[in-house]
């Protein structure tokens, strides 16, 4: 199934990149962020057609649900939602400015603490390790296409969040469970963050 609409909650650097490739590729983006729709109305007037300010919530409706919220801001952006079965791509990084301080996780993971507070959803890591700068360029490069490495617990999740991927013209590497792959992912502690890999055709 293609996708034909996602939801950004997070409209920074990643959030606003993410967006490009997303209009780039014909898939409609609602972006939204903690000031409100009337604040993102250059951005959304740059992205162009298929791009639309919304909600956080309207956001959350959408067919998938990317999270590229500050740390300290991420919670409360996840909460008061229902997230029964949606697919969430959680690319935050558990990075506590000023500083660059890795925040208390409990012993878990960052994406383990985001399925704590997005009860319900299918939460696949993805898109965190690239950089907003690398993430804004497009994927096919070196004759090959960029890969982002995505794990998560649901079979079927990662299956449409790869799908997507694809659709935007990145190679993927499935790293396995959110606590394992989740872990090789993390920025800051796990090894793969900030590494830019084309996988050749």
Excluded at 37 to 51: N, Q, T
Excluded at 92 to 116: C, D, H, I, M
Aim: hydrophobic share 45%.
């Amino acid at each position: 199934m293609k996708t034909t609409t996602v939801g950004i909650i997070g409209a920074g650097a990643i959030g606003q990149a993410f967006a490009g490739q997303l209009v780039n590729a014909g898939i409609n983006v609602i972006l939204s962020n903690s000031r409100g729709p009337e604040s993102l109305a250059d951005v959304v007037e740059r992205l162009g057609r298929g791009a639309r300010a919304g909600t956080v919530r309207q956001a959350a409706e959408a067919d998938i649900v990317f999270v590229s919220t500050n740390w300290d801001k991420t919670e409360a952006a996840l909460s008061g939602i229902s997230w029964a079965g949606r697919i969430l791509i959680d690319a935050t990084n558990p990075v506590l400015l000023p500083g660059y301080r890795l925040a208390e996780l409990g012993g878990k993971n960052s994406s383990q603490v985001v399925t704590r507070w997005a009860p319900g959803a299918r939460v696949v890591k993805a898109f965190n390790t690239l950089l907003a700068g690398v993430l804004a360029q497009d994927p096919a490069q070196a004759g090959g296409r960029r890969v982002v490495f995505i794990s998560g617990d649901h079979a079927d999740a990662k299956a449409e969040v790869i799908a997507l991927a694809g659709q935007l013209g990145f190679a993927t590497i499935d790293l396995g469970s959110l606590e394992v792959g989740g872990t090789l992912q993390q920025f800051p502690g796990g090894p793969l963050p900030a590494v830019n890999l084309v996988q050749l055709a």
